[in-house]
């Protein structure tokens, strides 16, 4: 996004449960999944569907730029949002809108259920989508390609995201120098760690992050190839402010300006 277009302007960016819980996968190319449930301190979340980190960059980058925000009767919550603002979040080259929008499909029919402990103590579970519906605007900008109108999107929130927005803790940052990490491990531990109000005493541990992200129970190769994704995204991390040191710990700076 360029310097003049702010952002957060009726909805923060994203809340902790989805990075705490790895809804998305660690992964710029997620597999899909059925029945598998994903247990962390937090809580635990099942999500059928091919969710990665791309979409939490879709997803992000939507509630960022989104310009109005409309309550339906029926309880769920409807945004007005630039398609082209989401591209230029997405990627300094702009994402194809037809890759965005494959990105919302399968955001679309993903299904996810999350259960906190607090939900637990009294047997509920938090079930639905992240987006019901995406369709064109009647408002409209100047598309300087084409020298046309081009229509603005609603995008109708799904059950879960509205649930999240109303009950979890928001977060506000921009989400474009995420979408630029070149690994989405990297993506998923920058996430996880900026759902973290204050860094440990002494940072933390990088294999902590990466079982956070992974599971527990992740291989070793997984975790191999882990470290050596998240070295290959230092500088772009240090821009987020996220430092890694030679003991392997992670903590957090300044971010570069």
Known sequence: MSGDEKGNLVTPTTTVLPARLAIFQPSQRPKQTEGIWFQT???RCKVTGRLGQRHADVLESILY???RRREIEDGGVELLVDPAKVRRSMSDHNYSIGRIKSFLRELRTAEIEIVTPEMEAFDESMFGGMIDHVEPSPMTR???????ERPLWRVRLGKCLVTLLGKDLPLYYKPAPIARLQHGVSQAVARHILTHKHDPVGGWHLDTLLRAVCGDDAKSQTMRDGRRRI?????????IGIHLNDENKVSRGTAAR
């Open 41 to 43: 301190s937090f809580g």
């Open 65 to 67: 730029v989104a310009e």
């Open 142 to 148: 100047p598309d300087p390609l084409t020298g046309k």
């Open 231 to 239: 070295r290959e995204d230092l500088e772009q991390l240090a821009k």
